[in-house]
């Protein structure tokens, strides 16, 4: 069936209403979040010297080291809500959202971080004023200067996929957004056959590109073309991931990683996505998934330099799941604090300053009752009711 826009539009799988929240993407980012700290704090943190005091893990580590391919599925996560947040169609809208949901935990984040560092100076995390500065923008890379965290190398790929975007939005090209994501892939497998590369989002494009194919499941219903880009991204998304099992060179990381792991775990990743995108599942209220979801950025931010210095400093060796226990609970903590007093807070002027930039005239692409803003999607403003 041909829509007025002249976009092919597909037979959804099911007629249910679709909410304004969708809870089981509060699950997916929380999950990552929580993979992704337990590899930093069980396995990287351990065996790059910036966590000091506590033994390598054996058993754990075996299953924690997988825990990296969190980040790929962040970007699967942030291709689905950004593309459904992008569905309102203004460019001044998509930009102002992306400043409120970034860099008011951003900013309270990296104060904290940098506090700890240069309370407890470590010479493989080091703290300057200038560089704290320079952090501010996201990307320091860019200006050469290291991120305080490593783990703020992601918030720049995200910028650049927020900027490919907001060019979209710009253009007046949203409707098109599923051909010009076909386009993507088309590239991305051209570009993975020739050998030259895996895109421009430091490689992790097929992830993004997922996610966005995936909003379209959820959107219209499953159809032949989103299922050959599905598998067209886990093709190269899979290329993508296996990449520490062979990137380091040094024999710490890869030799203990195993290839059909790493590919069943991707694998698993789109599975789930798409089971939770075309059926029913994907619309049921889930407990507590607000509160989890306005967890998970804060979770991310805090994690990993504080984690490390804290439980150098402070963990026991003897007691070593226990000090990884407690400082992740430390973090919820925080995060929940950061996410009740900070963001949620900073979300009120949102309307504020949408009220005093744009424009009446500018008009949705979506009626917003089907427009998903990731702000709902994490529960940091109220749903809205059609």
Known sequence: ???????????????????????????????????????????NGIRNGKLTGLEPFDRAAAV????????????????????????????????????????????VSLTATSIVLAIWPSPLMPISVGQYLVNLTMIPTTFGVPVVDGVYW?????????AAVLVVLSLRLIDYAQVLVEVWIIWLLVSFAMGSGHGFLQSYDA??????????VYR???????????????????????????????????????HQVVIGIVVAFFVAF?????????????????????????????????????MSKFGSGGHPVVTLITMAAVVLVTSWLIARFV???????????????LRPRIATAMPAAQALDEEQVLGLVPEKRA
């Open 1 to 43: 069936m041909t829509g007025s826009t002249g976009r092919v539009i597909s037979i959804p799988m099911h007629s249910a209403r679709k909410p304004s929240r969708i809870e089981w993407i509060d699950y997916a980012r929380f999950f990552a979040a929580l993979i992704v700290m337990g590899y930093h704090y069980g396995v």
């Open 154 to 162: 992601t918030l720049k790929t995200e910028l650049m996929f927020y």
């Open 64 to 107: 924690l080291q997988y825990g990296y391919l969190g980040v790929p599925l962040f970007f699967m996560i942030s291709g689905f809500v950004i593309m459904s947040s992008a569905s309102s169609g203004s460019p001044l809208k998509f930009a102002i959202s992306r400043v409120f949901r970034l860099w008011p935990a951003f900013i």
């Open 220 to 258: 219209d219903g499953l159809s032949p073309r989103a299922a050959v880009a599905a598998v067209a991204c886990v093709v190269v998304g899979v290329q993508v991931a296996e990449l520490p099992t062979t990137d380091f060179i040094n024999g710490t990381y890869g030799p203990t990683l195993s």
């Open 207 to 216: 992830f993004f590109a997922a996610g966005c194919t995936f909003f379209f």
């Open 274 to 310: 798409l089971a939770m995108c075309a059926s029913t599942i994907g619309l049921k209220t889930l407990p507590y998934a607000r509160q989890i979801g306005a967890l998970t950025y804060p979770m991310y931010l805090l994690h990993a330099h504080i984690g490390y210095t804290l």
């Open 343 to 357: 963001e949620r807070p900073a979300q009120q002027f949102r309307p504020l300053v949408e009220r005093l930039l």
